[in-house]
């Protein structure tokens, strides 16, 4: 079985920033593509930005030139640099992974960590 355990969630006033951190832990897989999402209540699950094992990315509208999605490959780790926070970014951030290699299992699974709750208020 995989894990992501996510971290880095909290309060903060508008303008602030949070770094948010998730890592794949297990024994023999190989993590393809990663990810955050969001969801704000009564909303639905929304992409917040994707990365690549190779590097490679993508931003919600809502978030570019604000957040920074990036990734060390040799932890299994992804990070969410989120700046300018803004009361509307108010949601529960989920990773998302793409696993592969697991024995006996043929394909892409695909996993959701727990959700880090990100608040911003004043």
């Known amino acids: 079985q995989v894990q992501l355990v996510e971290s880095g969630g909290g309060l903060v006033q508008p303008g602030g920033s949070l770094r948010l951190s998730c890592t794949a832990s297990g024994i023999n897989f190989s993590v393809g593509a990663m990810g955050w999402y969001r969801q704000a209540p009564g909303s639905e699950r929304d992409l917040v930005a994707t990365i690549t094992s190779g590097g490679m990315t993508n931003y919600a509208d809502s978030v570019k030139g604000r957040f920074t999605i990036s990734r060390d490959n040799a932890k299994n780790t992804v990070y969410l640099q989120m700046n300018s926070l803004q009361p509307e970014d108010t949601a529960v951030y989920y990773c998302?992974?793409?696993?592969?290699?697991?024995?006996?299992?043929?394909?892409?699974?695909?996993?959701w960590g727990q959700g880090t709750q990100v608040t911003v208020s004043s």
């Open positions: 998302h992974a793409e696993i592969r290699g697991r024995p006996g299992i043929i394909g892409v699974e695909y996993y």
